[in-house]
């Protein structure tokens, strides 16, 4: 049984880590993808829940880190944009592709900080969300061809894949079509990124794995009490499960890769200035035409 000096003293230091963790200097992290995604929590104190809107990076030689974690709301454009312009105030390097939901607010934030990243639409989502539009019989065959689609060896085979799919299943599935066709260039965006690489960008399920760890702790604190004790236990959770994460050990081949690819995107020449972003002259442009 810990004494209430020992927990003062341990909240003390965790707290103190957090705030070396919120205000470390990024520039010497040289980020490839980025993986955002949010956890939800109750509050006793205000009686609703409140959001932990976390970010990973995965750096050029495979090292995973977490690089911030902070409250909001909801992922509402102008929430996720504040976390944004904090990481480009680190020195965050520009991410060559960046994983999310299909949170409005949050593409919209994505679209206006990173222009140039190719926004990657998370498939455990998408997944989640046909299946709900198909009838469980008939769901195995239907995910067997948006699999097919989704690993297709280029965007323009996965493209002719797709037209198949709505072309046989547009009458009988009109809902689940429309959400296979919602947000489609985001949804292969992974394919752009080497073979090997394309498990790890395309979905969040690095930090729903990361989440998982955290709601082991909180399922036995029902309620926490106010914004400042979750974000210290989502925290404490979450660093020491990123101290924990394995090297993915990319080798100097997928390196130039990943270096080429940032190379055709012009990440480099076009960084975003930490300050209120301004809309980008050219539209974003598609994966194909920085392929």
């Known amino acids: 049984m810990l004494s209430k000096r020992t927990v003062s003293e341990l909240t003390d230091t965790l707290t103190q880590e957090y705030e070396a963790f919120r205000t470390q200097d990024l520039r010497g992290d040289d980020v490839a993808y980025l993986l955002i995604d949010a956890v939800y929590e109750p509050l006793r104190r205000w009686g609703s829940k409140t959001g932990v809107l976390c970010v990973w990076a995965i750096c050029g030689d495979g090292r995973k880190v977490l690089l ?18 904090d990481l480009l105030k680190r020195g965050l390097q520009t991410p ?4 999310t939901d299909g949170a409005v607010g949050l593409t919209k934030a994505i679209d206006a900080i990173w222009p140039r990243s190719l926004r990657i639409r998370c498939w455990f989502h998408k997944m989640q969300n046909l299946q709900q539009k198909v009838p469980p019989q008939a769901w195995p065959e239907f995910k067997a061809l948006v699999v097919d ?7 323009a085979e996965a493209e ?4 198949a799919i709505v072309a046989e299943y547009h009458l009988d599935f009109p809902e689940a079509c429309r959400c296979l066709l919602d947000d489609a260039t ?9 073979p090997r690489h394309q498990p790890y960008v395309r979905t969040s399920n690095l930090a729903e794995r990361a989440f998982e760890e955290e709601r082991r702790r909180t399922k036995v604190i029902p309620h926490l009490w106010d914004e400042g004790g979750l974000v210290k236990l989502v925290f404490a959770v979450l660093i020491r499960v990123s101290e924990r994460w394995g090297k993915k050990g990319f080798s100097e081949f ?18 975003v200035s930490s300050s209120d972003p301004k809309p ?4 974003r442009r598609s994966a194909a035409s920085a392929a």
Request: aromatic share 2%; charged share 30%; hydrophobic share 30%.
């Open 68 to 85: 911030s974690l902070s409250t909001a709301n909801s992922e509402s454009q102008e929430s996720c944009l504040e976390v944004m312009r």
């Open 96 to 99: 060559v592709t960046i994983t």
């Open 149 to 155: 689609r989704r690993d297709a060896p280029t965007v």
């Open 160 to 163: 002719r894949r797709q037209q």
């Open 186 to 194: 985001a949804s292969l965006n992974h394919l752009f990124v080497p």
């Open 254 to 271: 997928e390196q130039q890769q990943i270096r080429s690819l940032r190379r055709k995107l012009e990440l480099d020449e076009h960084q």
């Open 280 to 283: 980008d002259p050219h539209p």
